[in-house]
């Protein structure tokens, strides 16, 4: 009979063991399900809660309001500006560059056009220019034209000759 309960205390033991393992079990369970969640809600807070100074500059540059605005802001405040003021920067150069290709069409547009003007101007004075031309042709005949100017009388010029003879 002693054997018997004895079997039977060990065999109790054996079960409240047990089952205070599977109570130690639970409770392990249940504290590290608390941490985990513990520690995934402070890193989720972690960077709205972390303070971080902004440089009103940037603030202006990326053409955005923090959330928060004292001297300091939240992290994730910083990083939200930083990415816009990223963005604006990459529109800007964007916009720079267009313009720039829009001038440099432009430029070579105009360039092409004087080029051209300047080319017919070139062809214009080598044809006036030449010893064939019209200028330089003007030129020989000037002299010839002031001498037969000379000999040309002019009604006034007849009467004073007239006069001067007569007054003779």
Same mark, same amino acid.
């Given at each position: 009979?002693?054997?018997?309960?004895?079997?039977?205390?060990?065999?109790?033991?054996?079960?409240?063991?047990?089952?205070?393992?599977?109570?130690?079990?639970?409770?392990?369970?249940?504290?590290?399900?608390?941490?985990?969640?513990?520690?995934?809600?402070?890193?989720?807070?972690?960077?709205?809660?972390?303070?971080?100074?902004?440089?009103?500059? *940037?603030? #202006?540059?990326?053409?955005?309001?923090?959330?928060?605005?004292? $001297?300091?802001?939240? /992290?994730?405040? +910083?990083?939200?500006?930083?990415?816009?003021?990223?963005?604006?920067?990459?529109?800007?150069?964007?916009?720079?560059?267009?313009?720039?290709?829009?001038?440099?069409?432009?430029?070579?547009?105009?360039?092409?056009?004087?080029?051209?003007?300047?080319?017919? *101007?070139? #062809?214009?004075?080598?044809?006036?220019?030449?010893?064939?031309? $019209?200028?330089?042709? /003007?030129?020989? +005949?000037?002299?010839?034209?002031?001498?037969?100017?000379?000999?040309?009388?002019?009604?006034?010029?007849?009467?004073?000759?007239?006069?001067?003879?007569?007054?003779?």
């Amino acid at each position: 009979m002693y054997y018997f309960w004895r079997r039977f205390y060990c065999f109790g033991y054996i079960y409240l063991w047990r089952s205070k393992m599977k109570l130690y079990q639970k409770l392990l369970t249940l504290i590290a399900s608390v941490v985990l969640v513990t520690v995934i809600g402070c890193a989720a807070w972690m960077e709205g809660i972390t303070p971080a100074h902004v440089d009103p500059a *940037a603030i #202006e540059y990326a053409n955005v309001s923090p959330m928060i605005y004292t $001297p300091y802001t939240s /992290l994730w405040d +910083a990083r939200r500006i930083q990415r816009k003021m990223n963005f604006e920067h990459l529109s800007e150069q964007t916009k720079i560059s267009r313009e720039l290709e829009d001038d440099q069409m432009r430029h070579r547009f105009l360039d092409d056009a004087m080029q051209m003007n300047i080319q017919s *101007a070139e #062809e214009l004075r080598d044809t006036l220019f030449s010893s064939t031309g $019209p200028i330089s042709l /003007l030129f020989a +005949a000037v002299p010839g034209l002031a001498l037969g100017g000379y000999l040309i009388q002019r009604p006034s010029d007849k009467k004073r000759i007239a006069e001067l003879e007569n007054g003779k």
